[in-house]
């Protein structure tokens, strides 16, 4: 099974196998919604039936994983459905991180991809660098314009 490359972004999460010069396997909303189904969050609505809300869920905010929980869901879809995965079939992935993330969020990442998703490798490698290797380069400037960030990296 090929290597996937997941590249969650504030607006897009986008995922595919690593394949050269090939498209991702699919670019979606990062954005969530979650049914809060919490009792003190239901309201009556005098018929007898619970009213649930359903609130937005934002798993990465500037380019940060913020909210763990979302982000797991989000994997699950993705890589079972969407890629194809298989239950005790897993391959490796590559994962894209902003520069500067802090130790503790690559450290929850990792016990993600292991624990829960029981891959077979990991590596997560920053969004500047990878952008360099795409072109064949190991040194220069990239510019990285996103949803919920700007950042120009030498």
Request: proline content about 4%; overall charge negative.
């Amino acid at each position: 099974m090929e290597a996937a490359v997941i590249d969650a972004g504030s607006s897009l999460l986008k995922a595919g196998f690593a394949i050269p010069d090939q498209t991702p396997a699919m670019i979606i909303p990062s954005q969530m919604k979650r049914m809060v189904d919490d009792k003190g969050s239901a309201d009556d609505n005098g018929n007898g039936q619970l009213v649930v809300d359903d609130v937005a869920v934002e798993p990465v905010v500037r380019g940060y994983v913020r909210d763990w929980d979302a982000m797991e869901d989000l994997l699950n879809y993705v890589l079972y459905s969407g890629l194809g995965w298989e239950i005790g079939n897993e391959g490796q992935i590559l994962f894209t991180d902003p520069l500067c993330t802090p130790k503790a969020n690559k450290e929850q990442l990792v016990q993600l991809m292991f624990e829960t998703f029981n891959i077979s490798g990991f590596y997560a490698s920053e969004q500047a660098v990878l952008s360099l290797y795409a072109v064949g380069r190991i040194s220069g400037c990239t510019v990285d314009i996103g949803h919920g960030k700007i950042g120009i990296y030498i």
